[in-house]
């Protein structure tokens, strides 16, 4: 497997960072029939929406690196973070059940949708043990004590966007180039991805400079813009490629070429992590043509953002645009179906308030 790891062909001395096999990969690649006759452009997709078989989206590439590190030290109690429909708390889950790790999710409330129930739901069903918490600063506290009093607990960092986490998706980009090598999509000069706790959009720009593909990256921030900034993104880019650098010198030091490959737009974020808006609920529409699933958190905004820098010729007529789908477009009602909000520790049941009124008319 790892040598079949497209970031270990490039660099064989990096095999001596922990990593473990987690994807289905390379994901497929194809280019969206309908998309791209709407928008007179050649638009193409990277499905990333099917790196796992029970729960995929960007957050496993990440764990290649993540939970290689966990098994490495031998921890065995996973804390992490997010919102109450965290994608990032449930992939985390499922992967740590594989690993016979348990999953300690301390959340805080966020805009309530049908996906963050679901969400929530399959937190329980998977595992995580779940905190409720009040606020960001009794969350960290709440987290400390918990590293504190378990010696086998690790942090898994909001996103899992670490420098490690990074890496799976420097990886990501090479695994891209091998895809243009086999002439499966031609050479992107565009790519758009979604720019959250950061990562993502780290790996795939420091990736994608290091295998000299021509692509500009256009992360669309879908947080609060001083939190998915261009520098941060940067700044995270240069820790991950530290990380490289240290195991192999001979990897140059392109940190300096980082800042024009790219560009991160708040255009489309709605002014509400989770906010919905007009651009988002057209680009999941327009996806659907295509039998893609998007949501109006990440991907939706993200297309959202390629269709109106289409729109207004950002993207010129003859460039090759990549769209990244970065959210699970697993089926999970096998699991729902086995799971009430009731089963819940009870402190979650407000969020599922329709459901406890209709039961009270029966
Ligand atoms: C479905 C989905 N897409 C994209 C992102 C953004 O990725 P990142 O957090 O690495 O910036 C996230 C998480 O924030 C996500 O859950």
Redesign the pocket.
């Known amino acids: 497997m790892v040598e079949k790891t497209p970031l270990f062909k490039k660099y064989p001395k990096l095999t001596s960072i922990p990593w473990v096999s987690i994807i289905n990969s390379p994901t497929p690649i194809h280019k969206m029939e309908q998309t791209s006759k709407t928008l007179k452009r050649d638009i193409w997709v990277k499905r990333d929406d099917l790196t796992h078989t029970i729960y995929g989206?960007?957050?496993p590439r990440k764990y290649e690196f993540v939970f290689a590190d966990i098994l490495k030290k031998g921890k065995k109690t996973i804390v992490t973070l997010g919102g109450i429909g965290t994608?990032?708390g449930l992939a985390t889950a499922v992967t740590a059940r594989d690993f016979g790790l348990s999953t300690h999710l301390f959340v805080l409330e966020q805009p309530l949708s049908e996906g963050v129930r679901e969400n929530l739901l399959c937190h329980h069903f998977f595992g995580a043990k779940l905190h409720l918490m009040r606020n960001p600063f009794h969350r960290k506290l709440a987290m400390k004590i918990k590293l504190m009093l378990d010696k086998s607990s690790y942090f898994i960092t909001l996103?899992a966007?670490s420098p490690l986490g990074t890496l799976g998706f420097v990886n990501a980009a090479f695994e891209i180039k091998e895809q243009i090598e086999k002439k499966l999509i031609p050479e992107p000069d565009k790519l758009f991805v979604?720019?959250?706790?950061?990562?993502?959009?780290a790996g795939l720009v420091l990736g994608l400079e290091l295998a000299q593909t021509k692509t500009k990256v256009v992360g669309i921030g879908?947080t609060d813009p001083s939190r998915?900034s261009k520098q941060k993104t940067i700044e995270l880019a240069k820790k991950a490629l530290l990380i490289m650098r240290n195991k192999d010198a001979s990897i140059p030091n392109v940190s300096e070429k980082l800042e024009n490959r790219l560009v991160v737009d708040h255009s489309y974020f709605g002014g509400k992590y989770g906010a919905s808006t007009k651009e988002a609920l057209e680009a999941i529409d327009l996806a659907r043509k295509d039998e893609l699933k998007l949501e109006h958190t990440?991907?939706g905004k993200t297309l959202g953002g390629l269709i109106d820098y289409c729109q207004k010729n950002k993207v010129t007529k003859n460039e090759v645009v990549l769209f990244w789908n970065?959210?699970s477009s697993a089926d999970m009602t096998p699991y729902l179906n086995q799971i009430t909000y009731s089963d819940l520790p009870r402190k979650f049941h407000k969020f599922f308030d329709d459901q406890i009124k209709n039961e009270d008319l029966f």
């Open positions: 989206g960007n957050k994608n990032h996103g966007s979604t720019a959250g706790s950061l990562a993502t959009c879908v998915s990440y991907t970065s959210k």
